[in-house]
C-alpha cells in the first residue's frame, strides 16, 4: 500500500521542486539594462564639382586606305625587255623610277623617219620661200597700168604653194614629237612615291596599246573613312568646303593587338557632305602623313587596309562637369551630399556622348559634393562619412580607353567601395 502511494506522489514532488528552483532563479536574475542603438554613417567617395571647359573626343572606327590609286596600262605595243628589282607585289618605289622598258627599235626607228620628213619639210619650206621673193621682184618690174587681180597676185607671188609648203612643215614636227613621245612610253615610269600592290606583265610578255602592267597606290598620304552619327556631329568642328588639313581637328588614330597600342597622328581634313541614306552618318575624312614611316623609320608604320579605332577631337563645351557614368541612376539622377551631411537626390542634365564619363550640364554648381560610391534609392537622407574628395577636373588616365585624345575619364571610387558599384550599375539607367 505504501509503495503505490510512493508511486503516485512522486510525479507532484517532482513537479514542485522543479517550481520552486525555477521561482529562485527568477527571483536572482540580473538587472536588464536598456541601451539606444547606434546608427553607423554610410561612408562614401565624394567628388566636388568644378565646371570646365572640356573638348569632348568622339570614338569612330575606320579602314585605312591610300590617297591615290593608278593602275598602270601600256601606252605602245611590244615586248617587254627589263624590269627594275622592285617590281614586285609589295616593292616601293620612288617618284620616277624606272618600272620596266618595252623594245624602243621600232620607235627609234620611226623617230629617226620622222625627223628625215622633217628636215625635207623645212628643205621644200626654204624653197617655196626663195621662188615667193623672186616672183615678188618679178611682179614689181611688171607695168603698173597691167590688169592684176587679187588672185592672179597671190598665185603669181606663190603664196598657196608657201601655204602647202608650212603645212607639210608642221605636220612633220607634229610626226616627230609623236615619235619622240612613243619612244618615251617604252620606259614606264612610276609617277609618284608608291607601293606595288598588284602586277599583271612580266619580262618577256608582249604588250598591246591598254594593256594591264601593275596597280599602285601612293604612301605619301593616307586616308580613313570614319562614320560619325549625326547626334554627335554638335561636337565636332566639321571642314569647311574651302577648309583642309591645316585647320582641320586632331585625330588620334590607334589599334590594339593583343594588348600592344600603337598610335598615329592624323588631322580631319574633309567631309563628304552627304549623310549615308541608311546609316544617317557622315563620313569625316582623316589624312594622316607618311604613313609607312618612310622619313622616319623608328616610327611604326601604318599600312593600307589596317582596321583602327579613331578619337576624333571636338570642339570646346562650356561648363561641364564630368562625372563617371555608373553614378548615374534612373531618371538621370546622381547623390549629392548636403550642409547637414546627408545624402539627397539630384537631377541632372548630361551631354548624349557615350563611354566611361558622362558630362553634366546642368544641375550640378561648383563647390557641390557628388557621391562616387553607387547607392541604391533606400539611402535617401541618410548621413555620410566622407572617406576621400578630391575635384572632378583631377582624373587619372584611362587605360580602357587608349588614345591621346580620349574622353577624360573619371575620378572612382576607392578600392574599399568597389563592391558598390556592381550594385549601382544595376539600378541606375544609362541616359545619355
Known amino acids: 500500500m505504501s509503495s503505490v502511494l510512493n508511486k503516485n506522489l512522486l510525479p507532484f514532488l517532482l513537479l514542485a521542486g522543479a517550481s520552486a528552483f525555477s521561482f529562485l532563479l ?13 546608427y553607423v554613417p554610410v561612408t562614401i567617395d565624394v567628388a566636388e564639382v568644378v565646371k570646365e571647359d ?14 591615290r590609286e593608278t593602275a598602270l596600262v601600256s601606252e605602245i605595243k611590244g615586248s617587254i ?12 618605289v620612288a617618284q620616277g623610277d624606272i618600272l620596266l622598258r618595252i623594245d624602243p627599235r621600232n620607235y627609234q626607228t620611226n623617230l629617226l623617219q620622222a625627223q628625215a620628213a622633217l ?19 618679178e611682179w614689181q618690174r611688171l607695168p603698173s597700168d597691167s590688169q592684176r587681180s587679187q588672185a592672179a597676185k597671190d598665185l603669181y607671188l606663190r603664196k598657196p604653194q608657201m601655204a602647202q609648203a608650212e603645212a607639210h612643215s608642221l605636220a612633220a614636227m607634229a610626226d616627230l614629237n609623236t615619235a619622240r613621245d612613243d619612244l618615251e612610253r617604252t620606259i614606264i615610269r612610276a609617277p609618284y612615291d608608291a607601293l606595288i600592290s598588284s602586277k599583271s606583265a612580266e619580262l618577256g610578255q608582249y604588250v598591246g596599246v591598254g594593256t594591264p602592267l601593275a596597280d599602285i597606290f601612293s604612301i605619301d598620304f593616307a586616308e580613313v573613312r570614319l562614320a560619325v552619327p549625326q547626334s554627335k556631329l554638335a561636337y565636332l568642328e566639321l571642314p569647311g568646303l574651302t577648309e583642309r ?14 594588348g600592344e597600342v600603337n598610335h598615329w597622328p592624323a588631322r580631319m581634313h574633309r567631309t563628304e557632305g552627304t549623310y549615308d541614306e541608311r546609316s544617317r552618318v557622315l563620313y569625316v575624312v582623316a589624312r594622316i602623313t607618311d604613313p609607312y614611316a618612310i ?4 616610327k611604326q608604320p601604318l599600312r593600307i587596309g589596317t582596321f583602327v579605332n579613331a578619337n576624333i577631337q571636338g570642339k570646346t563645351q562650356s561648363g561641364l562637369v564630368a562625372l563617371p557614368r555608373y553614378i548615374l541612376r534612373a531618371g538621370n539622377y546622381v547623390w549629392v551630399v ?6 539627397r537626390n539630384r537631377k541632372v542634365s548630361i ?7 558622362m558630362y553634366v550640364t546642368a544641375g550640378l554648381e561648383a563647390g557641390d559634393l557628388v557621391s562616387l560610391t553607387a547607392l541604391d534609392t533606400s539611402f535617401a537622407g541618410a548621413t555620410v562619412d566622407i572617406v576621400s574628395k578630391k575635384p572632378t577636373d583631377i582624373r587619372p588616365p584611362d587605360t580602357n580607353a587608349p588614345g591621346a585624345i580620349p574622353e577624360a575619364p573619371a575620378a572612382g571610387p576607392s578600392a574599399a567601395l568597389t563592391a558598390s558599384k556592381e550594385h549601382g550599375t544595376e539600378n541606375g539607367n544609362d541616359a545619355g
Open 119 to 137: 628636215e625635207s619639210a623645212k628643205s621644200n619650206l626654204a624653197q617655196e620661200k626663195g621662188r615667193a621673193q623672186v616672183a615678188l621682184q
Open 245 to 258: 588639313e591645316a585647320n582641320g581637328a586632331a585625330v588620334d588614330l590607334y589599334t590594339d593587338v593583343s
Open 54 to 67: 572640356i573638348r569632348i573626343a568622339i570614338q569612330a572606327q575606320g579602314t585605312v586606305s591610300p590617297l
Open 351 to 357: 551631354l548624349r556622348t557615350g563611354g566611361e564619363t
Open 81 to 92: 625587255v627589263e624590269v627594275s628589282p622592285e617590281f614586285n607585289v609589295g616593292g616601293y
Open 338 to 343: 548636403d550642409e547637414q551631411q546627408r545624402l
Open 26 to 38: 527568477y527571483l536572482n536574475r540580473p538587472a536588464s539594462e536598456i541601451s539606444e542603438p547606434v
Open 295 to 298: 622619313s622616319d623609320p623608328d
